[in-house]
């Protein structure tokens, strides 16, 4: 029943038991072929009178105390012969099944579980005694926030789970279990609320990772560019948190989650381009303050792909536009630089790409120095020296910073990203250069879906609803509808009417 197909006793399919049983030796022998002669495939054997038990277990990968205590010490306390039934009664252990096929054998002992087998016997038990590294909870790093939890997710699929559990305890909150990976077969579970996701998403989920071919998919933000829609577009489709609470919210709303095993970071969707703009302050935050951030982000990206290409655009071709004083200003501060000006702000962008991924990449404390001490030495030697003008340096200070203020790493990558070919277009042919790259922009965000929703929603198709839950932040009384765009099937979170009423207590 154990062997492969590379054994002499080969059976046809792997669903197929043989008619007599292994001894420990063979079947020893099998797994450690099996797992091509791992030198930490331990065997453990146990004799009960005339009976021979044993205990298989991969050593570096196995909790010594649980195997001691809960497998190994009742099976030497118990008295007369076992058989399979026995043991799933005898051991205190959570997690035990029966098993008799060799590939789902091995998997489970590469998974960190020990099999019990009573020679003699036709299947064994499977008893759960993974052995996990994994680091304490612990605040979020890569999304700071000054409201609200501040606890992150770790690298462990069980801690996630239960973190989950904490927060939405509603039996109506369904986690279904997927295998992600060929070679390296990783868990991954699927989140979503039974009254609230739409199940066309829920299928689209569940459909794309269960086809997905890979041999190693080792996080989440890995798997997004997996089931994404469009991989050549520059913009993601998919957000990625390492906030559990931003991670229940979007599920309230209707949104479907997935967790990978060894991922510190989780994924949700059907995302739309605004939502990379939001933060779960902007619903702890009163509404008027929430919606001023949000405004603010938008100004901010808006600045950040537009002015060095204006800058470039009107010191190139539009002279006419600037102001008189401010036109003898540039002219002095320009009197000494000898290149173009779209040469020059590709130069400096250049060097601010490299600054920041420098400070990214150096320690903390190091990168931080790098980042302060080295934008303005350099700075101050570019202009010295000729190369640029203060003008433009101040410009692209304030593009880069605001390109930082998006909450989402991999859209504010993005939004720098694109500064560049827009940039070139200006220096090119001004602003009917720029005009052009904004028109081929969002010609594709138009094109772009994330899990087969409309990536401009709700702008396109326009839904008025849903604007309040995206661009601005409305009071609380008035969010009573979930967003439209998810095509959630229960729309209402509460009774409107009585929400927008105000009791005194002695009502």
């Not at 001894?23 to 099998?30: S, V």
């Not at 409305?474 to 009573?480: A, C, M």
Request: aromatic share 8%; net charge neutral.
């Amino acid at each position: 029943m154990f062997r492969s197909r590379r054994g002499k006793n080969i059976i046809k399919d792997q669903k197929q038991i043989r008619s007599h049983s292994l001894t420990i030796d063979e079947l020893q022998n099998e797994l450690s072929r099996e797992l091509n002669e791992s030198p930490d495939l331990h065997v453990r054997m146990l004799r009960k009178e005339e009976q021979k038990i044993a205990v298989i277990f991969i050593k570096s990968l196995t909790d010594p105390l649980i195997l001691d205590e809960r497998i190994l010490l009742p099976l030497q306390k118990a008295k007369g012969p076992l058989d399979p039934e026995d043991i799933s009664n005898l051991l205190p252990i959570g997690e035990l099944s029966s098993a008799n096929l060799l590939k789902e054998i091995s998997a489970a002992l590469l998974n960190g579980n020990t099999y019990i087998y009573i020679e003699g016997q036709p299947f064994g038990s499977l008893a759960g005694t993974g052995k996990t590294a994994e680091r304490s909870i612990e605040k979020a790093e890569t999304e700071s926030l000054v409201y609200g939890p501040k606890i992150s997710f770790t690298e462990s699929l069980e801690s996630n789970v239960n973190i989950i559990r904490r927060n939405l305890n509603g039996a109506n909150l369904c986690i279904e279990d997927l295998n992600v990976g060929g070679r390296s077969k990783l868990k991954a579970k699927l989140f979503y609320i039974k009254d609230i996701a739409d199940e066309d998403n829920v299928r689209t989920f569940r459909q794309r990772i269960s086809d997905l071919e890979s041999d190693y998919v080792p996080d989440t933000t890995v798997l997004a560019q997996y089931i994404e829609d469009n991989s050549w577009s520059v913009f993601p489709q998919i957000l990625t948190t390492e906030l559990p609470d931003r991670f229940c919210i979007s599920l309230i709303k209707g949104q479907v989650g997935v967790l990978l095993d060894r991922s510190p970071s989780a994924l949700y969707g059907p995302t739309t381009f605004f939502s990379f703009f939001e933060t779960t302050e902007d619903l702890y935050m009163r509404w008027n303050m929430g919606t001023f951030l949000r405004l603010l982000r938008f100004l901010s990206i808006f600045l950040s792909v537009l002015l060095t290409p204006a800058y470039v655009a009107v010191l190139t071709y539009h002279y006419e536009v600037i102001p008189s004083p401010l036109l003898v200003s540039l002219g002095q501060s320009r009197s000494n630089v000898p290149f173009p000006p779209v040469f020059e702000a590709l130069l400096l962008e250049f060097i601010i790409e490299l600054l920041r991924e420098a400070g990214a990449r150096l320690p903390t404390k190091v990168g931080q120095t790098m980042g302060i001490v080295g934008g303005i030495v350099i700075g101050q030697a570019a202009v010295e020296a000729g190369f640029t003008s203060n003008i433009l340096i101040i410009i692209i200070a304030l593009s880069a910073l605001g390109s930082f203020t998006v909450p989402s790493y991999s859209m504010g990558t993005a939004i720098r990203i694109i500064r560049f070919p827009i940039i070139i277009m200006a220096g090119l042919w001004g602003g009917i250069g720029i005009m052009i790259s904004f028109c081929f922009l969002l010609i594709h965000l138009l094109k772009l879906s994330a899990i087969g929703r409309p990536y401009l929603a709700p702008i396109y198709p326009l839904r008025w609803k849903d604007v309040r839950y995206s661009m601005v932040r409305f009071p609380l009384q008035y969010l009573s509808k979930r967003p439209e765009m998810n095509m959630t099937e229960d729309q209402s979170r509460y009774p409107s009417r009585k929400a927008s009423k105000t009791k005194d207590v002695d009502e």
